[in-house]
């Protein structure tokens, strides 16, 4: 059974720049959530996807979006990339109903700002 | 305000010896109570989970500790070994909200041979 799978896994963009971040879940899973790794903050909830709606959503400025598509796959896109921004950014699966609440990681995509 | 806090950050014990990864939540709105476990250069790997109804849960190893009215969790790690060396992290989430962790700030662990 393959896991989840995130490309690339590593990039490197400038300040200013954009960039999109690629996500397809465990097969049958409909939930896809993404989450922001750094030494300074851990593991910080961006935002949740079930069945191509957005449903839950962290404390994220607008600059990071993301979406869904009908076979679950999930991108996040974030905008005028600040040095900040650098970050592991992490893709998790589940069932997404409820009481499934096992969260399956991607080993992430590492994003380096310039 | 960080709603799940986790200690210590650093934790270092022998092979054989027992491992405690302590964390404490304030929103009572938790039902859901998941450790991780985390290797360089990989995603956190679900290790062990529990919810508010049960006050311990054991796999192999690795036993959850909860106390409802503490608002505390732990895990103990028996008979640690090299291989768990890793980063742990505990986490909590609200019933509609399980895509949505709260995670502790994360625990390194090395086990000396």
């Known amino acids: 059974k393959a896991g989840v799978t995130q490309t690339p896994r590593y990039l490197i963009k400038t300040r200013g720049q954009q960039v999109t971040l690629s996500c397809s879940p465990i097969?049958?899973?409909?939930?896809v959530s993404w989450y922001q790794q750094t030494p300074g903050q851990g593991l910080q909830f961006l935002f949740e996807?079930?069945?191509?709606?957005?449903?839950n959503k962290g404390n994220f400025p607008g600059r990071f979006s993301g979406r869904q598509f009908s076979n679950s796959r999930s991108e996040m896109n974030v905008s005028t990339l600040e040095l900040g921004d650098s970050a592991l950014y992490l893709c998790?699966?589940?069932?997404?109903?409820?009481?499934?609440?096992?969260?399956?990681f991607g080993a992430g995509s590492r994003l380096t700002v310039l | 305000q960080q709603q799940v806090k986790q200690s210590p950050q650093s934790l270092i014990v022998q092979k054989g010896g027992i491992s405690i990864i302590n964390c404490a939540y304030e929103?009572?709105?938790?039902?859901?109570f998941p450790w991780y476990q985390q290797f360089p250069g990989k995603g956190p790997a679900l290790l062990i989970a529990?919810?508010?109804?049960?006050s311990e849960k054991k796999e192999g190893r690795f036993t959850i500790s909860f106390n409802k009215s503490a608002k505390q969790f732990s895990l103990h790690i028996m008979d640690s070994q090299p291989g768990d060396s890793a980063t742990y992290f505990c986490?909590?989430?609200?019933?509609?909200?399980?895509?949505?962790?709260?995670f502790g700030k994360g625990t390194k662990l090395s086990v000396k041979p």
């Open positions: 929103n009572t709105a938790f039902d859901y």
């Open positions: 998790a699966s589940s069932l997404g109903t409820a009481g499934a609440n096992v969260l399956t």
């Open positions: 097969s049958g899973h409909r939930s």
């Open positions: 996807y079930f069945s191509e709606t957005q449903r």
């Open positions: 986490a909590a989430s609200k019933r509609g909200s399980q895509g949505n962790l709260i």
């Open positions: 529990i919810r508010p109804d049960v």
